[in-house]
């Protein structure tokens, strides 16, 4: 049988890719008709075989795993993983089968069907086969069916869920950990974008909740600028910069050399190496991180500021060629004498806790670690030094002066570090 489904789904793809464009609007609807038929039944009987060669061991004893494998044979990620959650799913959800056997609905709206009775089995404590799970999969099917999409079946489910929450007493007659209090189902989940930023989402129990938007809310507070100006950044970019400021914080704080404020970020950086020289590599191409891909020179430069970075130079075959020390850091008394000097943010004022120690001539030109050589810049301004124009100097004084871009200032008049701006109107002599 297996056999005769496996020729027949050949004698299909053979006649699409040979079938002309009719012409007609009624031939043209029907066209969409049969495609839209031939493609559904095509991602359940992609989510069928791929449960069974999960089931089986198939890819395992092949050496890869079920993605890979799929990958393998033309799948992109993100279709490899939604067959994979299909395929677990419908050894579970008889009626969401019978809709992917018959093509009637496809592979989007059949992994929000799934997704969503797993979220409410999982918040309502019922388990798969329960009668609240299959009413669940029954209406979030009919919603699929009549044209709701795959965000709003996700909607109903999780007022399927909110209404069917469990009482506060288990069977031991012992006081039930409330839903919302639940650390057990806490997600945090994230994508790569097209352009290559990272978006995510979390669902998380009350006190995390509670303690991720007080430090967001006390780190994203506005804050004027040195002549009063209101803070020019929105709401949300306030709480995006307090986020990045959180993970800089939490990542020294978790520092492995036992020093306040020591760099624990750890970058792997693959470079596409032309020739390795004694000392190192000339790169030929764009350098990769480990997680989230290709980035720039100037972004390769940001993070040798204060990051724990191993560049790791490949030939054209992806083999290793070299693997460069770790870069140097400000760390030991030299931070800790910079954090004297400067105190906060050069250019906002940031504590000197959410700070990095930026190289004033870059460490990727050969500019050395000491005191004189850095300034603090918290994570916004660092980027803006690497990428939006702006420059810092070390004056006379040893002490560093920002120059803004011309954006900014036409006359790109140098200015003293925040710790040492007046409200005076008479400038301070570099």
Same mark, same amino acid.
């Given at each position: 049988?297996?056999d ?13 890719r040979?079938?002309e464009?009719p ?6 609807? @029907?066209?969409v008709r049969? $495609?839209? #038929?031939? +493609?559904?039944? !095509? ?6 075989? *791929? ?19 799929l990958?393998?044979?033309g ?10 959650r ?21 592979a989007?709206?059949a992994d ?8 409410v089995a999982?918040r309502?404590?019922?388990?798969l086969?329960?009668?609240?799970a299959v009413e669940?999969?029954? @209406?979030?099917?009919?919603? $699929?069916? #009549?044209g +709701?999409t795959? !965000?709003e ?5 999780? *007022? ?7 009482e506060m ?8 950990t ?17 352009d ?16 991720l938007?007080?430090?967001?809310d ?17 709401a949300?970019?306030r709480?995006?910069d ?5 993970v800089?914080?939490?990542?020294? $704080?978790l520092?492995t ?32 991180l ?15 500021c204060?990051?724990s970075?191993?560049?790791?130079a490949?030939?054209?075959?992806q083999?290793p ?6 870069a140097r850091?400000?760390?030991?008394r030299?931070?800790?004498?910079v ?5 906060s943010?050069?250019?906002c ?11 004033i001539v870059?460490?990727?030109d050969?500019?050395?670690t ?12 660092h ?11 070390m004056?006379?004084?040893?002490h560093p002066?920002?120059?803004?871009p011309?954006t900014v200032?036409?006359?790109?008049e ?17």
């Open positions: 049988m297996f005769e489904v496996l020729e027949a789904a050949d004698r299909l793809a053979d006649a699409v040979e079938c464009i012409a007609g609007d009624d031939a043209l609807l @029907a066209g049969a $495609a839209v #038929a031939a +493609r559904n039944a !095509a991602d359940g009987l992609l989510a069928r075989i *791929t449960g069974e060669i999960e089931c089986r061991g198939t890819a395992k004893r092949l050496g890869f795993s079920v993605r890979e494998l990958r393998r044979n799948c992109v990620p993100v279709v490899a993983s939604r067959a994979i299909l395929g677990r799913a419908i050894a579970h959800l008889p009626a969401l089968a019978r809709h992917l056997r018959d093509g009637s609905l496809s989007e709206f929000a069907v799934a997704r969503g009775v797993r979220h999982i309502t404590r019922s388990p086969g329960s009668e609240l669940t999969e029954a @209406a979030l099917i009919g919603h $699929a069916l #009549a +709701r795959p !965000a079946i996700d909607d109903r489910a999780r *007022t399927i869920a909110l209404e069917h929450q469990p007493v288990d069977d031991g007659d012992e006081p039930a409330p839903v919302a209090e639940d650390t057990t189902l806490n997600e945090v989940s994230w994508a790569q974008r097209n290559g930023r990272l978006a995510g989402t979390f669902d998380l129990d009350v006190v995390t909740g509670e303690r938007i007080s430090c967001l006390t780190a994203s507070r506005p804050r004027p600028l040195p002549d009063g100006t209101p803070d020019p950044r929105s949300p970019q709480r995006a307090a986020f990045a400021q959180v800089e914080a939490a990542s020294r $704080a520092g050399d036992g020093l306040v404020g020591s760099a624990k970020t750890e970058i792997l950086l693959t470079v596409p190496a032309e020739n390795t020289e004694c000392c190192g590599v000339t790169p030929s191409g764009p350098a990769h480990q997680w989230m891909g290709t980035v720039t020179d100037e972004a390769v430069s940001l993070l040798s204060d990051a970075v191993t560049r790791i490949v030939d054209v075959e083999a060629v070299d693997i460069s020390p770790t850091l400000f760390t030991g030299t931070r800790k004498a954090v004297a000097r400067d105190q943010c050069v250019m004022g940031n504590p000197a806790s959410w700070t990095d120690v930026h190289h870059f460490h990727s050969g500019g050395p000491t005191c004189d050589n850095g300034c603090l810049l918290c994570r916004t301004c980027v803006a030094v690497h990428q939006h124009g702006w420059e810092i100097e004056g006379s004084d040893r002066w920002i120059r803004p011309a200032d036409p006359r790109r140098l200015q003293p570090a925040y710790n040492r701006r007046t409200l005076r109107l008479d400038p301070i002599a570099a």
